[in-house]
């Protein structure tokens, strides 16, 4: 089992470009998790769902937009991106509720210039 | 909301050494998780603890929960150096469908 994937592990985009980070798990959770990271601020939930076909906006949803694309698969798009997204962007499942464990992909580390 | 605060920030042990951090959070949880994250990798889920329970052993790891100063704790005993990583803990509201993460405690362990 690959546990949960991310992609790309890297990214640098200029102000305004658009893009989507992917993220796959294969333990066939139903609950998926975006989350950023920035030194000092901790780990901060973008969005998730709780279910296929579900999404919620968590602390920090502004500037993305999320597509839970089935069971395995939720992706996050930045539209615009901006200096501020610039941060590594967790995704991590979990069985159902979030009562229960979270697992996490490797990060992607995005720098908006 | 409802996010975990870790003590200390930072703590730096020698091998062989224990090493304790603190949690604590504001308001009813349901349970309350600790992760670690070695530098430039995900989170990885160590222990999870229930509100009814006060102590929770895992090989080296005790956690224990105290709901009414609303804390937790995390001893990691005789450690290593292998053990040197970010330490988060993470409460689960009762109400609200989240966990939330502070900033952790950054463990050096000296070898």
């Known amino acids: 089992n690959a546990g949960v994937t991310q992609t790309p592990k890297f990214q640098v985009l200029k102000t305004g470009q658009s893009m989507t980070l992917q993220c796959a798990q294969d333990m066939n959770h139903n609950s998926m998790y975006w989350y950023r990271q920035d030194p000092g601020m901790g780990l901060r939930l973008i969005y998730y769902?709780?279910?296929?076909?579900?999404?919620d906006k968590g602390e920090v949803p502004n500037g993305y937009n999320v597509s839970r694309l089935n069971k395995r698969e939720f992706s996050l798009r930045l539209e615009s991106a901006a200096p501020s997204q610039t941060s590594v962007y967790f995704c991590?499942?979990?069985?159902?509720?979030?009562?229960?464990?979270?697992?996490f992909g490797p990060g992607t580390r995005l720098t908006v210039t | 909301s409802q996010q975990g605060e870790e003590d200390p920030q930072a703590l730096s042990i020698q091998e062989g050494e224990n090493a304790t951090m603190n949690c604590s959070y504001k308001?009813?949880?349901?349970?309350l998780q600790w992760y670690r994250q070695n530098s430039g990798r995900g989170l990885v889920h160590l222990i999870l603890?229930?509100?009814?329970?006060r102590e929770k052993h895992s090989g080296r790891l005790r956690v224990t929960l105290d709901t009414s100063k609303k804390s937790s704790s995390l001893l990691i005993t005789a450690s290593r150096a292998a053990d040197t990583a970010s330490y988060f803990c993470?409460?689960?509201?009762?109400?609200?469908?989240?966990?939330?993460f502070g900033e952790g405690t950054q463990l050096t362990v000296n070898p």
């Open positions: 308001t009813s949880i349901n349970n």
């Open positions: 991590a499942s979990s069985a159902t509720g979030i009562s229960y464990e979270q697992y």
């Open positions: 603890i229930r509100s009814n329970e």
């Open positions: 769902s709780a279910s296929e076909g579900t999404t």
């Open positions: 993470a409460p689960r509201e009762t109400s609200g469908s989240r966990l939330t």
